[in-house]
């Protein structure tokens, strides 16, 4: 019976000691502050101290230049907000550290921004830009993952091109232009072309049917709008002060209009 209860005693402190073991290599808890969880605590029993986890959602930003499909040199920022897997820290604490943020999350995105970038040329980052983020963010998700890190966010910033390309994307915008106004000047020398034409072909269809009218008439309305005209411009001339009319030609019957008699 002795041996037995001293049997049974040995085994249940053996249990307990590799349960003590087992959360002392990798056990932790998790605090929690105003009803959220802010901090997780795994306690590291061989050197008796124990490691605070954020394990809020924090963000990061981090730049990478890369190039394009056509050899074009892009400079790009990106934003992502992550957080740890709490189920996989104890994993995260063994393998990568307190620290496994830093060393996790530069390193994937500037290998996930190199892939994505390579496939596209220059111009395409920008007409495509929905595209390429979402390319970007997919297969960031996947490889946080891999870490147990969890990405709430991926974003992309900055994108900025080389200064050649700059200067080329400059000058192919200002031909554009140039081009778009020649364009505009053609159009609207063509559109007085044609209004000359029709302006030219009415006044000859103008000029035509007054002489077909004076053909088959005569003169007679032709000069009873000269005589209304000559009879306004006479009536106009002897209101205005100063201003003398000699008609001209030889006529005895010639009158002097517009003295100012009053003045006199």
Known sequence: MAGTAAA??????????????????GGGGVAVHGGRRERAVIFDRFRGKPYIFDI???????SSTSGTKDLQMVSLSLRLLSRPDVPSLPTIFTSLGTDYDDKVLPSIGNEVLKAVVAQFNADQLLTERPRV????????????????????????????????????V????????????????????????????VRAEGESQAARLISDATAAAGTGLIELRRIEAAKEIAADLSRTPNVAYVPAGDHPNRMLLGLNTTAR
């Open 170 to 197: 400059e000058k192919k915008q200002v031909a554009q232009q140039e081009a778009e106004r020649s364009r505009f000047l053609v159009a609207r020398a063509e559109q007085e072309r044609r209004a000359a034409i």
């Open 133 to 168: 983020s979402a390319l970007v963010r997919d297969a960031l998700v996947r490889r946080a993952r891999e870490f147990n890190i969890v990405l709430d966010d991926v974003a992309i910033t900055h994108l900025a091109y080389g200064a050649e390309f700059s200067l080329a």
């Open 8 to 25: 049974a005693s040995f085994l249940r402190g053996l249990a307990k000691a590799t349960a003590c073991w087992a959360w002392g290599v």
């Open 56 to 62: 809020r959602t924090r963000p990061h930003t981090f």
